[in-house]
T-cell receptor, first 114, second 111 residues
Framework: SQTIHQWPATLVQPVGSPLSLECTVE??????LYWYRQAAGRGLQLLFY??????ISSEVPQNLSASRPQDRQFILSSKKLLLSDSGFYLC?????????????FGPGTRLTVL | KQEVTQIPAALSVPEGENLVLNCSFT??????LQWFRQDPGKGLTSLLL?????REQTSGRLNASLDKSSGRSTLYIAASQPGDSATYLC??????????FGGGTRVLVKP
């Protein structure tokens, strides 16, 4: 069966510090991968998605970047965090290439920027 | 641009009552619609997925309907239990493998 992992679970970082959040998926090959952010009082916002290694699409201009160095690894990064980067970050995966795929979500990372 | 709205934002019912959660979307050109559950501080759990060609899906006490032409979906939860307390999110999938989410309905089932 497939499993999706995210770490760390929680993170408190000062403004201006770098960020690296990691997501890995087990039990499947060549998944589509997604990063979402859920800010307080707001809905889930798609930040990045990837259909393969090194292929990243950005949905919103922002202070963040994403990379996919391996088939089942997705990394969210920032060089300098802003207060507005605080939120709950969720990684998700789906089977690629069809319209019938469900998205499966990881447990999330709670990021607080002070 | 697709917009998804969920009303009400919050709902409180006594145990045993049926729950009715609404979701509306502005662009009917969708591939599917998905309902998720989110417990506080946790990730999302997929409940039901309805393809654009389907009218409804059922799983246990859950039933979701889809009226694509009017841009609406309804999630019914029969005989609610305190364990059903959570936030319920709907999301529609259009071209490009992207989901657009509604803001969610926070449900509290009182014992």
């Amino acid at each position: 069966s497939q499993t999706i992992h995210q770490w760390p679970a929680t993170l408190v970082q000062p403004v201006g510090s770098p960020l690296s959040l990691e997501c890995t998926v087990e039990g499947t090959s060549n998944p589509n991968l997604y990063w979402y952010r859920q800010a307080a009082g707001r809905g889930l916002q798609l930040l990045f998605y990837s259909v393969g290694i090194g292929q990243i699409s950005s949905e919103v201009p922002q202070n963040l970047s994403a990379s996919r160095p391996q088939d089942r690894q997705f990394i969210l990064s920032s060089k300098k965090l802003l207060l507005s980067d605080s939120g709950f970050y969720l990684c998700a995966w789906s089977v690629g290439g069809t319209s019938t795929d469900t998205q499966y979500f990881g447990p999330g990372t709670r990021l607080t920027v002070l | 641009k697709q917009e998804v709205t969920q009303i009400p934002a919050a709902l409180s019912v006594p145990e045993g009552e049926n729950l009715v959660l609404n979701c509306s979307f502005t662009d009917s050109a969708i591939y599917n619609l998905q309902w998720f559950r989110q417990d506080p501080g946790k990730g999302l759990t997929s409940l039901l997925l309805i393809q654009s060609s389907q009218r409804e899906q059922t799983s246990g006490r859950l039933n979701a309907s889809l009226d694509k032409s009017s841009g609406r979906s309804t999630l019914y939860i029969a005989a609610s239990q305190p364990g059903d307390s959570a936030t319920y999110l709907c999301a529609v999938k259009a071209a490009g493998n992207k989901l657009t989410f509604g803001g969610g309905t926070r449900v509290l089932v009182k014992p």
